[in-house]
DNA sequence: CTGTATCCTTTTAGATACTG
DNA sequence: CAGTATCTAAAAGGATACAG
């Protein structure tokens, strides 16, 4: 949830998300399954999507999510490797939950004044 | 989340939020929304409903959402003291929320395996 | 580009004992 | 009944450096 951790980089402005998960806690996991929602993305996509997560988090998350069968992640035949993740059937399962959250993020800023 | 910490207790049988909360973590503070959803609650009754949660932590996290506004705290006039905590407006609209990662939660059992 | 390895801080949680 | 006080541990996050 919100600053639990005080050095959390601020979110991206367009991801209603973060009011939302102010009150609600553990922030990347949740963003993670948001920004697979629009589709498979590469690593450093996702670095960026989420606006300053360290390497060594993302790729802590990935890997816990990948053990839970949330996404699948597939290393492309290029030089330099390049790896795109994507949502499993059951990762998808997860985005009504994204939904009401964003929705109710939405509605923190507007009517509770939640930044 | 799921274990995060090995030594959470099991909560009750009868809250299908669990099997959600296995991906999308910090358990407590979405239970007590849950939980108080049903009406005003005493801490005591909170305790039970939480099954093993100890007073430490309970205290804990309730302070830190009367904080945010998501509770009020409303300590009765007799002896021994009760106190009883209730969502606030605030804390109301997490309901969509909360009925969203039930709904997933009951389907994660259902049709994923999740225990 | 996609990570892993270290090291360190903050948050959450748990056990237990004790109090008005 | 409803907590507070300690002390400890686990999880998550962050900074930075380095590697295939």
Known sequence: M???????PAPPEDCPLD????FLSSAWTTRIVWFLGMG???FGDLRRDLGGISTKVLSD?????EKKSMIVRR??????????Y???PLG???EPVITAMTK??????????VR
Chains 1, 2 share one sequence.
Request: net charge positive; with cysteine.
């Open 2 to 8: 919100t600053p639990r951790n005080p050095r959390r």
């Open 19 to 22: 009011a939302c998960l102010k």
């Open 40 to 42: 498979p993305r590469r």
């Open 61 to 65: 998350r990935l890997r816990s999510m």
């Open 75 to 84: 290393a492309l035949p290029t030089t330099p490797t390049q790896v795109e």
């Open 86 to 88: 994507s949502l499993t």
């Open 92 to 94: 998808r399962e997860f």
């Open 104 to 113: 109710l993020g939405d509605k923190l800023r507007d009517e509770h004044g």
